[in-house]
């Protein structure tokens, strides 16, 4: 029981920690008269996956590329099968065009490359298994040029992030340039800190549940660290703010892949781990599903939606946990 409580806290100290990045980051940013809108396409977009790149970053420091795998594909399950599934029963949400023609191609893509490299083996140790997170990285980086130059561009929705931005930082503002650099500080402290509590505890829970560093990465990490995802979509949604919440989900599923995956993996490569296929593909099949999805149903997705991704979602972690061990 030890090992889940400081499981519990290692999370805590992740959330809390990529908070205190992102608010100290801000402040700084505005001294440094970086354009608010700027500061929304990247800081803010990037900085709610702190936490996850602390973990699995320290997770692959400490030669445990089993975890990795499991959290970040697991953190992709959980945002396509829990945090849009709930978040479209509980209101019906509206997907934008670009998203459709732009990020959800992307996406899918980036599924598609990992379903390659679990089906290929040899693809995925080619150069010492650098391959293909290499060219993971090579394609976020350029996706994410890409974005910003664009995001850039002045269009109506841009500017009303640049003005939502401004405001914020005009808050954060009100503490000294000394505070901010703490807060920075603490963060990154915090992030560092709580990935190694929680890694080295979900390895202890590994053992104790006999189960493997994957399987425990893809159910306890992922849905630990998908939480905040979760409690801030449901909170857009009840205040109405119903176009985010997929968007924010594959945004967040490209970053997990393509930033956080590939980084890690470039650290401590390793093959797909065995039991792997099923996950990847799993992830395919709920990435996928949401194509005809929203094509049908005139960009929308509403409660039958959700309850077939949740339904997807559950009969997923009972497949896995029938396996345990694997």
């Known amino acids: 029981m030890s090992a889940f409580f400081l499981l519990a806290l290692g999370l805590v100290m992740l959330v809390a920690g990529g908070r205190a990045l992102v608010t100290g980051s801000l402040d700084v940013a505005r001294r440094l008269d970086v354009p608010p809108l700027l500061v929304g396409l990247t800081i803010v977009a990037w900085g709610t996956s702190a936490p996850e790149l602390a973990f699995n970053l320290i997770a692959a420091i400490q030669k445990k590329p089993d975890l990795v795998f499991g959290n970040t594909v697991g953190a992709n399950i959980c945002n396509l099968g829990l945090?849009?599934?709930?978040?479209?029963?509980?209101?019906?949400?509206?997907?934008?065009?670009?998203?459709?023609?732009?990020?959800?191609?992307?996406?899918?893509?980036?599924?598609?490359?990992?379903?390659?490299?679990?089906?290929?083996?040899?693809?995925?140790?080619?150069?010492?298994?650098?391959?293909?997170?290499?060219?993971?990285?090579?394609?976020?980086?350029?996706?994410?040029?890409?974005?910003?130059?664009?995001?850039?561009?002045?269009?109506?929705?841009?500017?009303?992030?640049?003005?939502?931005?401004?405001?914020?930082?005009?808050?954060?503002?009100?503490?000294?340039?000394?505070?901010?650099?703490?807060?920075?500080?603490?963060?990154?402290?915090?992030?560092?800190?709580?990935?190694?509590?929680?890694?080295?505890?979900?390895?202890?829970?590994?053992?104790?549940?006999?189960?493997?560093?994957?399987?425990?990465?893809?159910?306890?990490?992922?849905?630990?660290?998908?939480?905040?995802e979760l409690v801030t979509s449901v909170v857009a949604v009840r205040r109405k703010e119903v176009d985010l919440a997929v968007g924010n989900a594959v945004g967040s599923c490209v970053f997990n892949l393509g930033m956080i995956f590939a980084v890690a993996s470039l650290i401590t490569p390793a093959p797909i781990p065995a039991g792997g296929f099923a996950s990847v593909l799993a992830m395919c099949i709920l990435g996928g599903t949401l194509v005809p999805m929203i094509r049908f149903r005139s960009k929308t997705l509403a409660r039958l939606e959700g309850s077939i991704l949740l339904t997807l979602y559950v009969a997923y972690l009972a497949f896995e946990l029938s396996r345990t061990g694997v």
């Open 83 to 228: 945090v849009v599934a709930v978040s479209a029963i509980l209101a019906r949400l509206v997907v934008h065009s670009t998203i459709i023609r732009r990020e959800l191609p992307i996406m899918l893509a980036i599924f598609a490359l990992l379903l390659v490299a679990a089906l290929v083996p040899a693809l995925d140790l080619a150069l010492g298994g650098r391959l293909v997170p290499a060219v993971l990285v090579a394609f976020f980086l350029g996706y994410s040029a890409f974005v910003i130059r664009a995001g850039l561009r002045a269009r109506p929705e841009n500017r009303v992030l640049a003005k939502e931005v401004k405001a914020v930082t005009e808050r954060v503002a009100q503490r000294g340039f000394p505070v901010s650099i703490m807060l920075m500080v603490a963060g990154l402290t915090l992030l560092t800190a709580g990935g190694n509590l929680a890694a080295d505890a979900a390895s202890e829970i590994a053992i104790w549940c006999g189960l493997s560093q994957r399987v425990v990465g893809l159910t306890i990490i992922s849905v630990g660290t998908t939480l905040p």
